[in-house]
């Protein structure tokens, strides 16, 4: 696909809001995905379907990671969403390739007090890093997040049910132990998360009623 064919797909994506269906929106992310540097420099960002897009792009494309995470920056500041948010962070699976470059990434955003950069780091988190070698720095990640906006809120706890799912011993140790600085509104969030949960037994869900 050249330059001039992406172009001219990209303005006919822009005429439409919200009527690009996600399947369509993948299918078209893996053919750009070879070109992602010159969509990234053309795409302006400026419809949920092209935030979308880029997300899903990022995740497909193939490069050195180095190149990646710069491109990666800076499409965060246009991440405004929990879709836009999400779609990118569970696609970037080039994470489980290369998790000390990506965890080093993601160290730079672990103090923002941005909702999204929170977001961010509390779901390519949950989606990558809940393993023998990295759950308990996840763990200490995620207490320290910013959690005054619901999106990081609801991040974070997101990411504690899984681990519920996963590290159950671990997890219930965390919650109940002094080292668990979450806020009340994160604490509340993160036990309705758990009895959602379809990864959690019922056993543990009764802990959290």
């Not at 730079?108 to 961010?120: A, C, P, T």
């Not at 997040?145 to 990411?159: E, H, K, P, R």
Request: aromatic share 14%.
């Amino acid at each position: 696909m050249d330059l001039g064919k992406i172009k001219q797909d990209l303005s006919e994506i822009k005429c439409t809001s919200f009527g690009i269906s996600i399947p369509e929106l993948r299918k078209y992310a893996k053919k750009i995905a070879q070109n992602y540097k010159e969509f990234a420099e053309i795409n302006d960002n400026s419809t949920f379907e092209l935030r979308m897009l880029h997300a899903f792009v990022l995740g497909y494309a193939k490069d050195d990671i180095k190149t990646l995470l710069r491109y990666f920056k800076r499409f965060v500041p246009y991440v405004n969403d929990w879709a836009v948010n999400d779609s990118l962070c569970q696609n970037f699976r080039i994470s489980r390739k290369y998790p000390k470059e990506v965890w080093d990434f993601l160290m730079k955003y672990k103090d923002s007090k941005k909702e999204f950069e929170n977001r961010i780091v509390a779901v390519i988190l949950l989606s990558h890093y809940l393993n023998d070698e990295y759950i308990d720095r996840v763990i200490d990640v995620l207490d320290g997040l910013n959690t005054d906006d619901y999106y990081s809120q609801m991040g974070v706890a997101w990411a504690f049910a899984t681990i519920m799912g996963f590290y159950p011993e671990k997890c219930l140790s965390y919650l109940n132990s002094k080292e668990c600085h979450l806020n009340s509104i994160t604490r509340k969030k993160t036990y309705q998360k758990i009895r959602e949960s379809l990864r959690v037994p019922d056993e543990i869900k009764k802990l959290f009623k």
